[in-house]
């Protein structure tokens, strides 16, 4: 039999800037010449290509990439097909822009197969080609430092140069990409500086929306020439008990100085509040331009362990001095755990534990994937409130603030590698994804690929093999899988994995009989379940491009939500299961094309919005007792009908009334629906949910009237004033009962006054053509969605929302 596979480990997680949290520890130790400096605000933004001819002198580009370009402000029209229109700069074709920003979510809906990968692939918004420049000062005091500018993810083909130097490019639309600025840069009075970047988006990564521009953040990073490595740390505690976790560090330091130093690395074991644990120091001589790595080793004594319920987190100060001067610190956050995957499930500190995931792409309302963090913050909280433990970046590696929120909020995740690719690019990629996240005690595997055609080829085999060889080096305490749905038994392609991945393992019972036939084997459930639903639909429409939540019809492979999970629970060697998938996005709007422009897949709607299986999930993953009836009981035209009405519960009976009358009280089987046959007759439908007799919990589903007026409801009350904080204000129509209309569809104009502004709407609506970036959507089914982000200044935000002939409201957010 196969021996378990045991991964201990202390995890952690790379913050660039010194910490205040730990200078707590260190009273007196002077401001480290490292920094990381927010570089996303007053960048402009040009729509379009522009030829640029490439220069033969270094340096000599000029125009649009340095200062010396010549603007132009009178009224004209640029051919930008000139080989020499680079060389003036017209301000009425460039726009004001923050980042991230995402250019194509702002475009118009096309009716057009051929765009993307595949047809209604992308969602039906043109991509193209865009340019993003930044003019910028770098002070006299910082020259002789090394100053790098460091994105974490443009999509993609992106292309850079500064003050007139073509710099590089970069491929990945998913993987970030760094630069040595130091040498090309101008200091003081040298001059100003120009940073210009091209984005070609007109090519495709994925089958979904993927969008176009600097959709991450960007970082200009100054340190000092003798410091630690892009990436220069790594942790692991190769033992844990109850009473010790023995840590190993490992550092690597460049010397970028043309003369050899004698350094002293320092490491700080903090606990969450501050304290030091463990001091160690090493002292060695690097060579000039040399790069050494020094393993470090220490101890937590009765470690608090990390999991989803308790995220417990410790740090790591890391100082390199020389002659007593601190050159450089850098921050790592930690938390101690065990992984174990082995034949009977997967184990984290010693205990069986099912994953309870979803698999996510990155897109959001309002936004497209240019997601300011609040909005990753907000959706993965979402997950969490629905009892969610696990999260799969779908197909690509996460912004890095994900996997910040993952480790501090609780979610065990699947980081997954974009391509099946042993070339040097694609083995580049792997190398940064691997080295940027293997300190995140929420990365509990990677995923090096998914659904890749050539799983269970001889060939494939050979490609995947080299992939686990540089997973294994870069990273031994985690285990290597591939998302297979198909194939799983050929070519060897499963025996070079340490867990086998099984996408829809439940067809034909895949990950049962392997389980049973293949005794050497470990699997997961990476991927599972793709029931679609439109949120507040009930009724399959072709036309408008709506699934019933009512029932099963595409994909022929779906089981119902819920009944997913019992499978798990019933076998639970298999793990866990990532269900596909958590939200609604754009593009692959199965089974549809146009005028469908975002997916049906999600367990909640594009703006996060609940639909019906969402209950199941949390009745399933969450101790909190769940009653939830649908449909709606808005149905003047079925008086006297019978109407389906189904019941999602963890309850172990349930009783159904209609207008106070009893429609039978029936026992809930585990994971499964409970469906009433009813007369409909408006009024108000009732379910009770017991347990061992017992009344636990309610819920009521009634007729509701015309609508009245516009109701607001914002997650938070106070914004910061960094012109990044955004509040998600939920837009009901409501009856003259305070009774959401569910379906209403009236139009909600807004207006902002004060320091805030609107960046985005959304309905959930996936055949909506209305443009996100607006001040008005339409509500669907009752609902829509609108984001407000602070400007950096303080005082009052009033957001108004209006409908016609509906009584409308305000609501008030501090910024400060």
Known sequence: MRKPLIYIAAFFLVIFTFNPACSLIANDIPQSKRTKENFDFNWQFHKGDITIKRQVKVGGQGGITDVNVEVISKDTVIDYTDLNSYKVFYPSDWKEVSIPHDWVVEGTFVHDNTMGSQPAGNGYLPTGIGFYRKEFEILASDSGNKISIEFDGIFRNSTVWVNGHYLGNHKSGYVPSNYDLTDVLRYGDEGKNVILVKVDASEYEGWWYEGGGIYRHVWLVKTDRLHVSRFGTYVKTPEVSKDKAAVS?????????????????????????????????????????????????????KPMLWSPETPNLYKVLTEVTENGNILDTYTTTFGVRTLEFNRNGFFLNGKLYPVKGTSNHQDFAGVGVALPD???????????????????AAHHPPTPEVLDMCDSMGLIVLDENRFLSSS????EDLTTLLLRDRNHPSVFM???????????????????????????????????????????????????????????????????????????RILFATEGTSYISTRGEYINDWEKGYVSSLGLWEPGWSPLPGEDWGQIVHNPHIGGLFVWSGFDYRGEPTPY????????????????????????????????????????????????????????????EVELFLNDKSQGKKKAEPYKKIIW??????????AKGYKAGKLVTTDIVETTKSPAKVALETDVNTLKTDGCDVAVIKVAIKDDEGRVIPTANNLVKFTVEGPGKIIGTGNGNPTSHEPDKASQRKAFNGYCLVLIQSNGQEGKIRLKASSDNLTGTEVTINAE
């Open 249 to 301: 560090i490992k550092t690597t330091i460049e010397n970028e100085y043309k003369t050899e130093k004698k350094l002293t690395l320092v490491s700080k074991i903090c606990d969450n509040n501050g304290n030091v644990i463990e001091s160690i120091t090493s002292s060695q001589t690097i060579e000039p331009y040399g790069k050494i790595e020094i393993s470090q080793t220490g101890a937590v004594q």
């Open 374 to 392: 609040k909005i990753n913050w907000y959706k993965l909280n979402l997950l969490k409130e629905m009892g969610g433990n696990g999260y799969r």
């Open 424 to 427: 040097k690019g694609g083995i």
């Open 446 to 520: 990677w995923c090096l690929e998914n659904e890749e055609w050539i799983q269970g080829t001889v060939m494939g085999t050979r490609i995947l093999e080299s992939l686990v060889a540089v997973a294994h080096k870069l990273d031994p305490t985690r285990p290597v899988t591939a998302a297979m749905n198909h194939a799983r038994n050929e070519g060897g392609y499963a025996q070079v994995q340490d867990v086998v991945g099984y996408n829809y393992g439940d067809k034909k019972r895949a990950y049962i009989v392997d389980h049973e036939n293949y005794p050497e």
């Open 593 to 652: 094309r146009w005028p469908c422009v975002s997916s049906h897949f999600g367990i909640m709607d594009i703006c996060g919005f609940p639909k019906d299986g969402y209950y199941a999930y949390k009745a399933a993953w969450t101790n909190k007792s769940v009653v939830h009836i649908f449909p709606h009981w808005n149905w003047p035209d079925k008086v006297g009908d019978s109407i389906q009405v189904h019941c999602y519960t963890n309850c172990n």
């Open 677 to 686: 046959p009813v007369i409909y007759r408006p009024g108000k439908l009732e």
